[in-house]
């Protein structure tokens, strides 16, 4: 299987209209990193894009300001330049599909493609390997396989699952099965024509990688710039530091809280300047509907935890902080939904002061978060000469979400390996804007 590696960056900036994203949009010019020309760089440019326009199943977090990645390839015969989003908690891969009744600018037109092959009801595809979506397939008028797509804002994405040929440089993959969404209900529907489709990364049978083969996946987020690097594949790199592994966890029958396909680990503790929380290791298990999971999430911007969890870690930072910073005391102030520990901060303060560390303590591996990534400006928000920060820790519960989510701005600057092949994860600590340079990406 050839190797791939992407270049992105992340840009924490929140835009007036709750609406919108910012999304991460990877170019076509193509160079090699390494001396084997299986190993591909995409560079990347930033666009404006509603999040409202990308399906989102039930338990994905409905933020406004969520920061996404998109890659840019080209699908069908001869090719047509689409831009997907790469999702690692979604399992299907879409496409905005031009047909009689919508029009989208940027979207993939199947009646130009000789090698489009609609997928039939009847299709084992059809029948077999979609048993994990949420919503179930359907057969239309023409006997072919019915997709329905839910957003976290109730709006929805619908169409029929197809087949064609993807192009990631000059590479070619055969037959993969992807939905060819022709109908989108959405609160921003003037703006949906702005983005082509969603690229589904998660451990389904017709995820993208599943359906790829690849044995892992990497990627690595620097904390200077938030620049990075994604690796599809398996590549051989001696200078990376041993990786502490966590195994995924496996759930074999069907709960109706618990997300099979999802990459989920086990949260055993968390600790705050060393201190471990005397949090019951009950607390971080599943309970019998499946609620209580813990899911590594690209795609989700902070981490959130379940009540319990949540309570005693505020209440461990907000005592180790008392002295160095001034709480805003005004309970009705959430930021983002569901992060209610937020300070004032003077903003002729060059610097946050030094803050107390918090460790994930997962089994068999550990998250550290400490510095800048423990707060995070709100954007717009200023009381008097101060600014607001937040806590970049939040609660489930306030969200209705029954899981503990570990976002992607607390996986800066840690290497994060998906081992598919053994069902693990691994982790360590990086410079990852050195990491870039290794692989000749400009950082």
Known sequence: ??????????FNTCLKSPYFSLLLVLLIQIQLAFSSPDVLILPLRTQEIPSGSFPRSPNK???????????????????????????????LSWLHCNNTRYSYPNAFDPNLSSSYKPV?????????????????????????????????????????????????????????????????????????????????MNRGSL?????????????????????????????????LLPLNYTPLIQMTTPLPYFDRVAYTVQLEGI???????????????????????????SGTQFTFLLGPAYAALRTEFLNQTASILKVIEDQNFVFQGAMDLCYRVPQNQPRLPQLPAVSLVFRGAEMSVSGDRLLYRAPGEVGGSDSVYCFTFGNSDL?????????????????????????????????????????????
């Not at 299987?1 to 992340?10: E, R, T, W």
């Not at 890659?71 to 790469?86: A, E």
């Not at 990627?219 to 990075?228: E, L, R």
Request: contains cysteine; glycine residues 10%.
């Open 61 to 91: 977090l409905p933020f406004h300001h969520n920061v996404s990645l998109t890659v840019s390839l080209t699908v069908g015969t001869p090719p047509q330049n689409v831009s997907m989003v790469l999702d690692t908690g979604s399992e």
């Open 399 to 443: 969200l209705g979400v029954e899981a503990y989510v570990i976002g992607h701005h607390h996986q800066q600057n840690v290497w994060m390996e998906f081992d598919l092949e053994r069902s693990r994860i691994g982790m360590a600590q990086v410079r990852c804007d050195l990491a870039g340079q290794r692989f000749g990406v400009g950082l």
């Open 1 to 10: 299987m050839k190797d791939y590696i992407f270049g992105y960056s992340f």
């Open 207 to 239: 995820s993208f990688v599943s359906q790829m083969g690849f044995p892992k996946f990497s990627y690595c987020i620097s904390g200077a710039d938030f620049s990075g690097l994604l690796l599809l594949g398996d590549a051989d790199l001696p200078w």
């Open 271 to 297: 600790k705050v300047s060393d201190k471990l929380l005397p949090i019951p290791r009950s607390v971080f298990v599943p309970d019998h509907t499946g609620a209580g999971q813990t899911i590594v999430d």
């Open 120 to 200: 039939t009801c009847s299709s084992p595809t059809c029948v077999n390997r979609t048993r994990d979506f949420t919503i179930p397939v359907s057969c239309d008028n023409n006997s072919l396989c019915h997709a329905t797509l839910s957003y976290a804002d109730a709006s929805s994405s619908e169409g029929n699952l197809a087949s064609d040929q993807f192009f990631i440089g000059s590479s070619e993959i055969s037959g993969l099965i992807f939905g060819c969404m022709d109908s989108v209900f959405s609160s921003s529907s003037d703006e949906d024509g702005k983005n082509t489709g969603l690229m589904g």
